[in-house]
C-alpha cells in the first residue's frame, strides 16, 4: 500500500507541475537592438500608409495616452511619430491651466485640439488630468472628480458619434522600474528636464495613483471608448505593442497615389557659383 500511495502522490504531483507551468506564461523572445529596429521600421511604413489614407478619407483620429511619471508614454509618442507628417499627427501636451483656463467650463481647453478631417491627434495627457493628477494632489475637490467621471462617458460618445475614432491607450509600470527611470533622470543631463517638482512629489503617492487609476477605469472604460493597458516595464516592446495595436484598430488601405518620376533639371544658362564670402559652420565632427 505504501508503494501505491508514493506512486500515486508522485502521478498528482506530476500532474499538478504540468497545470502550473501551462499557467505560466512562456518566456517571451529577447528583443534585440536589430529586431527592434526591423519591426519598428515596418510599422513605420505601415503607419505612413495609415497617414496617407487618413488624409484621403478625410478621416479623424484621436489618441490618448495616460499613465503614471515614467510609464514611457513620451518615448511611445516619438517612435508614433518619428516618421509621419507633424501636420497630420498632431502631438497636444498642454500645460498647467492659466487662471483664464481655470475659470473655464473644464474641457473647454481641449476642445480647439480635437482633430477635423485628415488629422491625427495624439494628447501626451488629456483631459484625464483631472482624474489622475489633480485628484492626487488635491488641485480638485474630490466632488468635482466625481462628477467628471460621471460626464466623460457621456462627453466621449459625443465624440465618437461625430467620426472620431477615439483609442485611449494607459501605460501601467511596475514600481521597481518606475524608480530606476525616475531615478536615471535624476543622473542624466538629457533628461533632467523630465523631472519636475510635482514629478518628485507624486512619486511617494503611488497607491493614491491606484486608486485613481482604478476609479477612472470603472467609470469610463466604456464599449465605445475602451481603455487599453500597454505593460511598459519594456519600453522597446510597448511601443511595439501600442503601434500594431493602432494599425489594427483603423482600417486602412493603399490610398491611390500617382507614380513619381522625377524631371530632368534644367540648364544652366551661364550660371556660375559666385565668389561669396559664406560663413561656414566650422567641420568639427
Given at each position: ?38 519591426e ?17 478619407k ?35 501636451a ?30 501626451d ?16 475637490p ?38 530606476r ?7 542624466d543631463?538629457?533628461?533632467i ?81 559666385p ?11
Amino acid at each position: 500500500m505504501g508503494k501505491k500511495k508514493k506512486a500515486k502522490d508522485k502521478a498528482e504531483t506530476g500532474d499538478k507541475a504540468k497545470k502550473d507551468a501551462a499557467a505560466e506564461p512562456a518566456p517571451q523572445e529577447e528583443l534585440t537592438n536589430k529586431r527592434y529596429a526591423q519591426e519598428l521600421k515596418r510599422l513605420h511604413v505601415e503607419l505612413v500608409k495609415l497617414q496617407e489614407w487618413v488624409k484621403y478619407k478625410g478621416l479623424k483620429v484621436c489618441v490618448v495616452f495616460e499613465g503614471r511619471d515614467g510609464a514611457g508614454k513620451g518615448g511611445a509618442i516619438k517612435a508614433l511619430t518619428e516618421r509621419v507628417s507633424p501636420r497630420v499627427f498632431r502631438v497636444v501636451a498642454l500645460p498647467a491651466p492659466s487662471d483664464r483656463e481655470k475659470s473655464q467650463m473644464y474641457a473647454q481647453r481641449y476642445l480647439p485640439h480635437l482633430p477635423a478631417a485628415g488629422e491625427v491627434v495624439i494628447f501626451d495627457r488629456s483631459w484625464y488630468n483631472r482624474a489622475g493628477v489633480e485628484r492626487v494632489m488635491g488641485f480638485t475637490p474630490m466632488e468635482q472628480v466625481k462628477r467628471f467621471l460621471q460626464m466623460m462617458p457621456a462627453f466621449e460618445k459625443i465624440m465618437v458619434e461625430s467620426g472620431i475614432i477615439l483609442l485611449k491607450y494607459w501605460l501601467e509600470v511596475s514600481m521597481d522600474e518606475q524608480t530606476r527611470r525616475i531615478e536615471g533622470r535624476i543622473h542624466d543631463g538629457r533628461k533632467i528636464w523630465k523631472l519636475s517638482p510635482m514629478d518628485v512629489l507624486s512619486y511617494s503617492r503611488w497607491y493614491d495613483y491606484s486608486r485613481a487609476r482604478d476609479d477612472m477605469f470603472a467609470a469610463t472604460d466604456t464599449a465605445w471608448a475602451p481603455w487599453y493597458v500597454v505593460n511598459s516595464n519594456d519600453k522597446k516592446r510597448a511601443r511595439l505593442n501600442i503601434i500594431s495595436h493602432l494599425l489594427g484598430h483603423i482600417q486602412y488601405k493603399d490610398a491611390p497615389r500617382e507614380k513619381v518620376q522625377l524631371p530632368k533639371r534644367q540648364k544652366s544658362n551661364g550660371y556660375k557659383d559666385p565668389e561669396y564670402p559664406y560663413k561656414h559652420v566650422p567641420d568639427v565632427f
